[in-house]
């Protein structure tokens, strides 16, 4: 995994203005590192558009005219929409170069990332060598930091609000949509690597000795340091933490513990024993009723298991191996890819993602019996095998979901308590699922700087540090597919929610470096978030 060195794409020589980024910008959890300053051009400013009322968005479909996942392109009958449509970043400006489509590069197992040859990436238009520059930048340079520290919790409302725009500065065409990238200065040796899983050899930044030099933007990051023994005892800790003993725990109110888990950022609590029981339980419970659930555009089911606890069923829909060909976002959910991300989330210790499980079901004995009359009305028999085919923008009786024999695997994902209320909104960096038309970041370089960082809800509190935070997280379960995001409604210091990571693992052989795209524009990642990459990277966990 490159992805650290991916990350200092964003910073380059020549924006040495290493500014701390506003101070509007608070990271209540941790520090944040920040390479390139935000531009602010007065003259790209004004065309900001900052329309509340076009940018709220509530219903459970995309409303999105350009959005048209595949099932769509492959010839599909789009249902009409009659709800209020957004704008999703506007046509190709002519003569601009634009990101390539997301398409899967079916790169060869063991060819590594970020190979030169490759072709249609993120860094399509920079020079190769800079390319293979910047990716061996060693980890341990060091860079100014900013020092965005906690503060006290802003007092305005939460808003609803993205930016959609329509209006667009005029620009130089030939002025690149990528992030900056030294193409003069070749950066130092990398210094050798660290054995994976620690050791007693000299970790490279050991003893805080960086190597001299600066990082790509001209800044200092403090890298973590740990003596070997130290570092041992932390992977061991680490190992321990993300273990998880799943046993039964009799007597005990799972659904309660988890709903008392629930907080304004993060969904369960880090080094909890009762997230080995919970998730027993969930795999194990009786369930008393199922139902279709509209919400959302996938094939799922809703659960109710026994306790009163509701918890979303995605069925299994490839085999392990399967690979998924063509663009990234392609293919019906993965339930193994939904259940990866959770423990990803753990591994992360982001804590923002829903709690899942896999669980085999006999469709014929667990389910039927106790179906709603409209779930069991989508059940059909094929080639002996129990399918279900449900109720949603997607579904269709020719696309059924089939058990093996009678039993069908599945993830299931604990419906979370209505503490707090979902709100939807449109994600800045939404794709437009289209081939023949471009998402306006996909063209402009300064997208994150005019349209996002100036504007509600990403110019105060900890939402563009948390979206930087789901891009690392959808970079790595391969997520091309996050449309939209759910916060809690009203709640100023919302994380966002790690709902819905099942457009994830679909091709192992291919690295999709658009997804990091945020990151690279923004140029903007929490500390804490760097730390861990890092740690993990140095110890061979990630
Ligand atoms: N664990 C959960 N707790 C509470 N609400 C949930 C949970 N999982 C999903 N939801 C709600 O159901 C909606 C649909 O779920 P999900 O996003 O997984 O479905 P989807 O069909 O993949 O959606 P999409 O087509 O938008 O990608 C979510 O947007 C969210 O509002
Ligand atoms: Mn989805």
Known sequence: MKLIKKLWVCGAPGNSDSAPISPRIPDTSSKSVHVLPPQNRPEILAHRRNDPSQSSYHGPFHPDPNYRPERYRRGGNAPSRDYQLFNAGGGLPQGVNRYPPAVAYNRKPNEPPLAPEQPQKLLQNLPNSSISQVANFPISQTTKSSSTSASSATSSSTTTSTTTTTAEPSKPSSKRALPRVSTTKAPPEPPKKAPPGGGSKRDQSKGGKALPGKLPGGGSLPLPTMKPSIRKKFIEDEIDRIGIKIEEKANTNHWEIARDWLRVRSVYPQNHQGLGSLMFAMTNTKIMKADILTKGTQLKMMFYLQGNQRAIFKPKRYEREHVIKGNAYDGYDRHNGEIASFHLDRILNFRRAPIVVGRKINLETEILPVATQRLKDT????????????????????????????????????????????????????????????????TDPDYCSVYVKPNPPYDKGVRLLDMMDMAIFDFIIGNADRHHY??????????????????????????????LAPVAQCCLLRKSTFDRLVELKERGLL
């Open 379 to 442: 059940f059909k028999k094929k080639n002996g095998n129990t399918c279900f085919y449900g109720q949603c923008y997607y579904c269709k009786e020719t696309e059924l979901a089939c058990g093996h024999g009678e039993i069908m695997e599945g993830s299931l994902t604990l419906w979370m308590a209505d503490t707090f209320t979902l709100e939807k909104v449109r994600h800045p960096y939404q794709r437009t699922y289209r081939d023949d038309k471009s998402a306006k970041w996909e």
């Open 486 to 515: 759910e916060v809690w409604a009203e709640q100023p210091e919302s994380m966002i929610i790690l709902l819905d990571n099942a457009k994830s693992f679909g091709n192992p052989h291919h690295d999709e470096l658009s997804i």
